[in-house]
């Protein structure tokens, strides 16, 4: 499989996962598929792209176990995302402050209070070298239903 079929193939997935996280229920069939959909938009991207892609994967992946309240595997895809994020060369404003913005959601479905609000003010400051409004507007959401 060439690399241009890998990225189709982990929009895709990627996009499939929002869908999936945006339901207020799921049956457990939709659990599964939510949980292999996130991890084989990963895998695409990891053979498609380098760099913060990468980290934007594993962001979803802790996101999906983190709305699934399992904290384990969401703090490892978010401690993952921080590493990748901090490794690459192409990352965006916004990256650093979602990838704290993970590892506060991921240490809040762990029971983690305070590792969570520590995680939730970085990515409060960090976010404020986000240049984009909107950008700015999608963190200040996504720390205020953690």
Known sequence: ??????RKLGISLFN?????MEQAE????EV?????AAHASRYHWSRAATGVNLARGDWQCS???????????????????LELVEAADDAEDWDLPFAY????????????????ARFRHLAEQAGQTISDP???EHLTEA????
């Open 143 to 146: 720390l205020a239903d953690i």
């Open 16 to 20: 499939r996962v929002w869908e999936l």
């Open 101 to 116: 913005e993970a590892l506060a959601r991921a240490h809040a479905a762990a029971g983690h209070g305070e590792e969570a």
């Open 134 to 136: 909107d950008d700015r």
């Open 63 to 81: 996101r999906v176990y983190a709305i699934l309240g399992r904290g384990e595997p969401a703090l490892w895809h978010a401690r993952r995302c």
């Open 32 to 36: 599964d598929e939510l949980i292999g």
């Open 26 to 29: 799921r049956a457990p069939a």
């Open 1 to 6: 499989m060439q690399a241009d079929e890998h």
